[in-house]
């Protein structure tokens, strides 16, 4: 066999592993003979075992996330979905994003306003009259102490 | 890649989300990896998968199961792997860097582990080699060596003649040889079996 006939069957037959019988073993002899021939099949056989146990990859899940959203865009655009359960469902989904910061500023909003409500009900105006007229009654009947008793004192004042 | 039986394809065509993501993870994998293969880019190999997945989804009803899905399935993912790869050429010519690739060749604390290294060393070697080589070819050796597709198969996927399948193979092939033989291989390939001469007897 010659270097010519050899490289062709390394490129196609023996790399696929379908080479038999007496073909096979004259490539054999042949290449015991040639180190070119042998380092070509040395070569292809480690490039394809390389190949077949390291270059297989998974798709990380951020794409099947973009996927997603964008057929269930579609879906709602082209009428997939019938219900209107299945398109609030998918509407939701790909509005995950909004959906999440407009909870979070609700949520946000909740507790400045209850903050807000509790300080209104300590210092409400109505809190406030109150006081200014117990302030004014106990003016009114202020003792010469200079103490003013808002107590019994005012009672008698109006009685 | 596992097959998916009849009514998983006809609801994913009536808008099963269900349905469609049970056919994305039986062949995510594959086309993630052909795209990858063809393009050696990782973003542009996310956005090749991405495009194929929702070709397919809108192209569901119209599936007549003349071939089957895989076929189908990894006929778009050729088309649309080229036509990222060469409409990304120009914009990969500017210099554009692989930030993930360039994060991935920055050592860190997993590179302790022997097998982290060694399959680091071996993604290196399989992106020098299909890096000598055409998109054409690139494509062949993807898909009967990573993929081990038979030629039959090859034919229907890539639209050409059985005889067409052989030649550009074996050509791809001897670039590929080309390459192990010029640069050696970190993973597989001894250094002391590298060869001066290109194969030339």
């Known amino acids: 066999m010659d270097c010519q006939r050899a490289k062709g069957l390394i490129l196609s037959e023996y790399a696929d592993g379908i080479l038999r019988g007496h073909a096979l073993e004259e490539l054999e002899s042949h290449m015991r003979s040639c180190p070119s021939c042998r380092r070509l099949a040395e070569g292809l056989t480690a490039a394809g075992e390389l190949l077949r146990s390291a270059a297989r990859a998974d798709a990380p899940q951020a794409v099947w996330d973009r996927i997603r959203a964008e057929i269930s865009r579609l879906s709602i655009k082209k009428g997939f979905s019938k219900t209107l359960l299945e398109r609030l469902r998918y509407g939701l989904y790909s509005l995950r994003p909004v959906v999440v910061a407009t909870a979070a500023v609700a949520v946000l909003l909740f507790v400045l306003a209850t903050a ?43 009685l | 890649m596992r097959e998916i039986d009849k009514k998983t394809i006809e609801l994913a065509a009536g808008g099963d989300i269900g349905a469609f993501e049970e056919i994305y993870k039986a062949f995510s994998s594959t086309v993630y990896t052909v795209a990858l293969g063809v393009t050696r880019d990782r973003r542009d190999a996310e956005e090749a998968t991405q495009d194929v997945f929702v070709k397919v989804f809108l192209g569901l009803k119209r599936f007549k ?23 990304g050429r120009r914009h990969r010519a500017f210099g554009t860097a ?24 071996a993604r290196r070697s399989i992106d020098r080699i299909l890096s000598k080589l055409s998109p054409e070819h690139r ?34 092939r001897a670039a590929m040889a080309v390459c192990v033989q010029k640069e050696g291989l970190d993973h597989g390939l001894p250094k002391s079996q590298r060869a001066d001469t290109v194969g030339i007897c």
């Open chain 1, 116 to 158: 807000r409500l509790v300080s209104y009900m300590n210092h409400s105006p109505a809190l406030s009259a109150r006081e200014n007229i117990i302030d004014l009654v106990s003016l009114s009947s202020g003792s010469e102490s200079g103490e003013y008793d808002i107590g019994t004192s005012a009672e008698t004042f109006f």
């Open chain 2, 65 to 87: 199961f003349g071939s089957s899905l895989g076929t189908w399935i990894y006929r778009i993912t050729t088309n649309t792997a080229i036509n990222i790869y060469r409409s």
């Open chain 2, 98 to 121: 692989d930030y993930d690739e360039i994060k991935d060749n920055i050592p860190d604390r997993r590179d302790i582990f022997k097998e982290d290294i060694e399959k680091s060393h």
């Open chain 2, 139 to 172: 494509l062949c050796i993807v898909l009967r060596e990573i993929e081990e597709l038979d030629y039959k198969e090859m034919a229907q996927i890539l639209g050409i003649p059985l005889n067409t399948v052989r030649s550009r193979l074996k050509r791809a």
